[in-house]
T-cell receptor
């Protein structure tokens, strides 16, 4: 079945450092790929998405490119801020019966120090 | 903006109790989902529903049931709560060709 493997955390960076969180997937067909972010005490929010190969999703300075040849969707940001401290989840979507079902990675905790 | 509302942020119950977690969405979405989130395990799907009165098992349905009597409301039921069901529970909804929108979560403790 489908699966998502993402870089284990926790990740601790200084403010303005470069961020990469790796994500690879296993899927049949051509899934859509997502990054979700969960700030402390809150639910998940969609950060960015890509629906086909070579698409680049971007939002709030974060980017991720859908690489079919390497089955990857790595999250990057050039200069992180303290406010980016959160848990980041990579996910893909599949059809199951009549519903679109997300498969999540295990999450990566990011802490940014001032 | 889509609003997914879970009835409680924090809940404490005792072993053996029947527990109801409620979720309401205001965007007329067809699909609704219940996940539990545990450290190191990410989000795991318990049940989902793609229409009123329709439900399908997710990856970890044991010990849970669900109810979808109205389109906007999806309830998760712990028939006889156990300590291993202490967790964060997240509800989500989605319409056709849209990303999932999540509630703020219910942190449930079973004593």
């Amino acid at each position: 079945g489908n699966s998502v493997t993402q870089m284990e955390g926790p990740v601790t960076l200084s403010e303005e450092a470069f961020l990469t969180i790796n994500c690879t997937y296993t899927a049949t067909g051509y899934p859509s790929l997502f990054w979700y972010v969960q700030y402390p005490g809150e639910g998940l929010q969609l950060l960015l998405k890509a629906t086909k190969a070579d698409d680049k999703g971007s939002n709030k300075g974060f980017e991720a490119t859908y690489r079919k040849e390497t089955t990857s969707f790595h999250l990057e940001k050039g200069s992180v801020q303290v406010s980016d401290s959160a848990v980041y989840f990579c996910a893909l979507i599949q059809m199951t019966g009549s519903a679109r079902q997300l498969t999540f990675g295990s999450g990566t905790q990011l802490t940014v120090l001032p | 903006d889509v609003k997914v509302t879970q009835s409680s942020r924090y809940l404490v119950k005792r072993t053996g109790e029947k527990v109801f977690l409620e979720c309401v969405q205001d965007m007329d979405h067809e699909n609704m989902f219940w996940y539990r989130q545990d450290p190191g395990l990410g989000l795991r799907l318990i049940y989902f529903s793609y229409d009123v009165k329709m439900k399908e098992k997710g990856d970890i349905p044991e010990g849970y049931s669900v109810s979808r009597e109205k389109k906007e409301r999806f309830s998760l039921i712990l028939e006889s709560a156990s300590t291993n069901q202490t967790s964060m529970y997240l509800c989500a909804s989605t319409g056709y060709n849209q990303p999932q929108h999540f509630g703020d979560g219910t942190r449930l403790s079973i004593l």
